[in-house]
T-cell receptor, first 112, second 110 residues
Framework: DVKVTQSSRYLVKRTGEKVFLECVQDMDHENMFWYRQDPGLGLRLIYFSYDVKMKEKGDIPEGYSVSREKKERFSLILESASTNQTSMYLC???????????FGPGTRLTVT | RKEVEQDPGPFNVPEGATVAFNCTYSNSASQSFFWYRQDCRKEPKLLMSVYSSGNEDGRFTAQLNRASQYISLLIRDSKLSDSATYLCVVNKGGSYIPTFGRGTSLIVHP
């Protein structure tokens, strides 16, 4: 059974703080993804990674960066959090050659 | 035209009804399609893949129409527990980058 975990379910940060969101998967998946989900806008892809130390920009990478030092772990970094980054952040993983993804429970981030 | 489009609904149906959702995609090179279910304030969960020949899983049937570039999800004998948002996902043509639709909300009432 695939398990994707995220470091926090709820997080409250102040404007300008550096924020780290971590995601870990236990199925040896090559691909990992970070999304944000906002009402009416659906799931939007921020960054993804096909391999260790490799990253690709998604549809909305501005204001974010990522790190993948180990295959099972994919981190999303907000260098200087802003109120418009208040959102639900979802991590997902998949095997290579498929878009069949498994999601973590999400982190609801509030930036005040 | 958006890459993947869904009617947001909500579809409000009584228990026992049959309901169908469509999801249109713009890139004719897309070849990988899935349906996910998302409950309120939860993560999306894989519901079923969509094969060219169509596939069925209990009360759920998924179909692909390549000519018109849409996939569909049919739910028969709706249950209260089917109330959720249904998301379709399509690969960006020629890649394994997923693009999600915004989802269709289903409310099944007694």
């Amino acid at each position: 059974d695939v398990k994707v975990t995220q470091s926090s379910r709820y997080l409250v940060k102040r404007t300008g703080e550096k924020v780290f969101l971590e995601c870990v998967q236990d199925m040896d998946h090559e691909n990992m993804f970070w999304y944000r989900q906002d009402p009416g806008l659906g799931l939007r892809l921020i960054y993804f990674s096909y391999d260790v130390k490799m990253k690709e920009k998604g549809d909305i990478p501005e204001g974010y960066s990522v790190s993948r030092e180990k295959k099972e772990r994919f981190s999303l970094i907000l260098e200087s959090a802003s109120t418009n980054q208040t959102s639900m952040y979802l991590c997902a993983s998949s095997s290579s050659g498929t878009i069949e993804q498994y999601f973590g429970p999400g982190t609801r981030l509030t930036v005040t | 035209r958006k890459e993947v489009e869904q009617d947001p609904g909500p579809f409000n149906v009584p228990e026992g009804a049959t309901v169908a959702f469509n999801c249109t995609y713009s890139n004719s090179a897309s070849q990988s399609f899935f349906w996910y279910r998302q409950d309120c304030r939860k993560e999306p969960k894989l519901l079923m893949s969509v094969y060219s020949s169509g596939n069925e899983d209990g009360r759920f049937t998924a179909q692909l129409n390549r000519a018109s570039q849409y996939i569909s999800l049919l739910i028969r004998d709706s249950k209260l527990s089917d109330s959720a948002t249904y998301l379709c996902v399509v690969n960006k043509g020629g890649s394994y980058i997923p693009t999600f639709g915004r989802g269709t909300s289903l409310i099944v009432h007694p």
